[in-house]
């Protein structure tokens, strides 16, 4: 069952408003503010500033970390204590970074994903087995990635088309370090695909590869990193589910499937005809001459920050686009907020809905959100942000 105050059905156009981006000033003084928000599969998770993990959504295989299976369309907290800095939501399963470098994953484990060493489902954080100490953590939909000291790639989790990297198609249920021994400043785990931005501004993708995903100018599935064709030194990568998004030199770049417009190029491609086997540059109309400073690959869609606004393109049927828009469109489509709040991060879920952190600590979700991933009590669809409420500060 999903707990809630308020039950909000599309039919439509979604009509819902977000809420005030700022609390009252007594208000503030009792609420953990927000620090990230990680978008999953129909759940989403953040972390607060006391280093606590609070999640909201599905909950069938455990993926919000309380101990239950029982969805809930408000904030859960995880049950661990430890001071987390970084989330990271997959499709059904969760995984957190602690300040030592501690990775703590619960959820769906079929695959291996959690990296307990086993394929036993868990409603609660369990630290990763190994000896590695991280300083990112990726999750991906069957897999989970994350960067160990020194910028070395390890993977778990399901490796069917090679998206662990360590050359093999085996699947592992503890980390494998990718082959290469290339050293990476971020890592990102997409549907069956990973990409990896190296602090020299090259990227390296790995996995599945028949839309043209990896970027390496083939449809030739990877077990091991290949290099993102083009020259372009980048600064933001991010695997969706058959496409591929990058920032270089404030401009957005896209390459992989385009059925849904979601390389933001101008351009729909039909049929399982690759959109873009290299990086294409995205369209900037309505962007601003400062260029996007985020960007995120989704399912079908993408989305980027541009002067701490939001801009998505690709499919717009959940409502991802923003107000009045619930079809597809190729180039980047203004999100507007009813308070006008000021992005400075994303997070597209691989069930078809956004989440985003405000420069005033705020988080604010849209798009598809029956099982509550939007938050705010929310069992709907919603075209426009809405405000999720920040938990009580807890001593």
Not at 375 to 392: D, K, L, M, Y
Request: proline share 3%; with cysteine; hydrophobic share 35%.
């Amino acid at each position: 069952m999903i707990r809630r105050l308020n039950t909000i059905a599309l039919l439509g156009a979604v009509l819902l408003l977000a809420g005030c981006d700022s609390a009252t000033s007594t208000d503030a003084t009792l609420m953990d503010p927000f620090l990230s928000v990680s978008a999953g599969g129909d759940h989403s998770c953040a972390v607060v500033r006391s280093g606590r993990i609070w999640c909201w959504g599905s909950n069938e295989n455990g993926q919000l970390g309380d101990r239950t299976k029982a969805s809930s369309a408000e904030l859960v907290r995880s049950d661990e204590d430890q001071p987390f800095t970084a989330v990271s939501a997959g499709l059904r399963h969760t995984c957190a970074l602690t300040a030592d470098g501690t990775v703590y994953c619960w959820g769906w484990n079929f695959h291996g994903q959690l990296g307990h060493g086993t394929s036993v489902d868990v409603n609660f954080p369990l630290p990763v087995v190994g000896n590695q100490r991280f300083t990112a953590i990726s999750s991906g939909w069957l897999h989970t990635c994350g960067l160990a000291d020194g910028g070395a790639a390890y993977c778990w989790g399901v490796n069917g088309q090679g998206q662990l990297g360590d050359g093999t198609t085996v699947d592992r249920n503890t980390p494998v370090r990718a082959a290469g021994n290339l050293s990476f400043a971020s890592i990102s785990a997409g549907s069956f695909h990973t990409c990896g931005l190296t602090t020299g501004g090259q990227v390296y993708c790995w996995g599945l590869n028949h839309l043209g995903q990896l970027g390496d100018g083939t449809t030739e599935s990877r077990s091991t990193a290949a290099l993102v064709a083009g020259n372009l030194s980048f600064t933001r990568i991010s695997a969706g589910l058959t496409h591929t998004c990058a920032i270089a030199a404030g401009k957005g770049y896209c390459w992989g499937s385009n059925g849904n417009g979601e390389l933001g190029n101008q351009v729909i491609t039909s049929g399982a005809v690759p959109g873009a086997t290299t990086p294409q540059p995205v369209f900037h109309a309505g962007a601003t001459a400062g260029g996007f400073t985020d960007i995120v690959a989704g399912t079908r869609a993408s989305c980027a920050i541009s002067a701490r606004v939001v801009f998505c393109w690709g499919d717009g049927v959940t409502g991802l686009l923003g107000p009045g828009i619930l079809s597809s469109r190729s180039t980047p489509q203004r999100v507007e907020s009813a308070d006008e709040a000021r992005f400075a991060r994303l997070s597209v879920g691989a069930g078809e809905h956004a989440c985003g952190l405000t420069t005033a600590s705020g988080v604010y979700c849209w798009g598809r959100g029956e099982a509550g991933a939007l938050g705010a009590n929310s069992t709907g669809f919603s075209a426009a942000p809405v405000r999720v409420p920040a938990p009580e500060r807890s001593e």
